[in-house]
């Protein structure tokens, strides 16, 4: 709740005048704001593990290379570079929209979140599905 007594705050930098056209408040663009940094974070956290897994691809190439291992690393590290890209793209746009105050970026950086939800979704399900339909089928 707001105090009555104390003195409106004006925020008169050129980045918030900007945005007097859209309908985003204050309290959205601090609250995008801050996911930024986590989705950047994220996103660079997960390059970084799709490196190890092309890595420990090449690595297992020198030993006794097995196909399935390897089939298992290759999507992996496509899983994490697409989703990797998803939280570095919505980073990108935020940071546009801060900048800018344009809410085109914003419908952009929904729009990469949408996709990062959706495929995170899709591997969620398929990890607690598959094991799950894998232990049906050796019953049957």
């Known amino acids: 709740m707001s105090n009555v007594y104390q003195a409106p705050r004006a925020d008169l930098t050129a ?8 309908p ?12 930024r940094f986590w ?16 890595f420990a691809g ?25 989703m990797g890209r998803f939280l570095t793209r919505y980073s990108y746009h935020v940071l546009e929209l801060t900048q800018t105050g344009k809410a085109d970026h914003l419908v952009e950086a929904q729009e990469a ?8 979704g899709v591997i969620t399900i398929l990890t607690f599905v598959l094991p799950i339909v894998i ?6």
């Open 113 to 120: 979140f949408r996709l990062y939800v959706k495929w995170l």
């Open 135 to 140: 232990a049906l089928f050796r019953f049957i």
């Open 58 to 82: 090449i690595v297992s190439l020198f030993g006794r290379p097995l196909l399935p291992v390897i089939m298992v690393l290759a999507v992996g590290a496509f899983i994490l570079f697409k």
């Open 39 to 54: 989705a950047k974070f994220l996103g660079i956290l997960l390059y970084l593990l799709m490196g190890l897994l092309i």
């Open 15 to 22: 980045k918030r005048r900007a945005q007097k056209d859209n």
């Open 24 to 35: 985003i408040t204050q309290e959205m663009m601090d609250n995008i704001e801050q996911g």
